[in-house]
């Protein structure tokens, strides 16, 4: 069997420089990648680089997106007409965009992860059933996140994925229980808010803190990435898992076999 061949949307990025050697050292064969034109020098000579998304859809079996939030409904529509899966790490996205996600998933394999670190997904799956079995009456959430100053977007994608977590676990919905960005006469924190801090500064890849703090006990868990190559060769197996499955909309936890759990 041919070795499957991946492409790399965004490949001029801090992310996709690292998804293109880790797609080479998987054995699986780089269909080269996209990124915006002014940004072509930076990529190496011996790397395809494809004039749009299309191209690269039309060059491999997966595509591994990591870009910015505003380049999300061109794959979405590209990859879908092409047939080609999607392994989308883009964090930012607009309800539209979410959409877009989903509408593509009705016709292609997509794997979808605000973060695609195994030691993440399973902090998710353990916030979930933290969450289950924590009055929120008697515990508060709040997650505390921090990253590098080039970060663009706040609450970071891990972040409300956490939020989300302790949203399923308390069987509420996130949106209408966030409390987040507190300056000033905020008013006591509401029973079962799901609070969110974003500090950013330096060149931290990633730290994730979510606290349960009750009266008498605090109970927290906590993330620390060191190393963004650990999201690289994360996607990397994402697109291995996905490509040749059918349609749908898959989650990291799918990938690792945790989803049962959670
Ligand atoms: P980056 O700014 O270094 O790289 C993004 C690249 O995408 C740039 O080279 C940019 O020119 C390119 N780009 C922008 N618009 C494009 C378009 N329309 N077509 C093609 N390329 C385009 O950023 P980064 O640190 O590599 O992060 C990229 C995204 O991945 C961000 O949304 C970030 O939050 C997210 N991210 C997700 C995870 C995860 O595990 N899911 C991990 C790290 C970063």
């Known amino acids: 069997m041919s070795p499957p061949r991946f492409g790399v949307a965004g490949i001029a990025g801090r992310m996709g420089r690292l998804l293109a050697e880790e797609v080479r ?3 699986a064969v780089l269909a080269g990648g996209t990124d915006r034109p002014e940004r072509q020098a930076a990529i190496a000579t011996d790397i395809a680089f494809h004039p749009d998304i299309a191209a690269l859809a039309a060059a491999s079996d997966v595509v591994i997106d990591f870009t910015h939030a505003s380049a999300v409904i061109p794959p979405a529509a590209a990859l879908a007409a092409a047939g080609t899966g999607w392994v989308l790490g883009t964090t930012g996205l607009s309800v539209t965009d979410e959409t877009a996600v989903c509408e593509a998933a009705a016709r292609i394999p997509v794997v979808f ?4 670190s195994p030691g993440v997904n399973l902090v998710l799956a353990l916030a979930r059933r933290m969450a289950a079995a924590l009055p929120a009456e008697e515990y508060d959430a709040e997650i505390v996140e921090m990253h590098h100053r080039q970060k663009v977007d706040a609450p970071s994608g891990t972040a409300l994925g956490l939020g989300r977590a302790v949203a399923e676990g308390r069987g509420v919905t996130l949106e209408g229980n966030t409390e987040s960005g ?43 990435a060191f190393d963004r190559r650990v999201f690289a060769s994360g996607a990397v197996r994402a697109a291995r898992w996905v490509a040749g499955r059918p349609a749908g909309l898959y989650s990291m936890a799918d990938v690792l076999g945790i989803a049962a759990e959670a």
């Open 182 to 224: 507190r300056d000033g006469h905020t008013g006591a924190r509401r029973t079962g808010a799901i609070g969110f801090a974003a500090l950013r500064g330096g060149q931290v890849v990633g730290e994730h803190t979510l606290l349960f703090a009750g009266a008498s006990e605090h109970i927290a868990l906590t993330h620390r």
């Open 113 to 116: 992860a605000p973060n695609f």
């Open 25 to 27: 050292s998987s054995g």
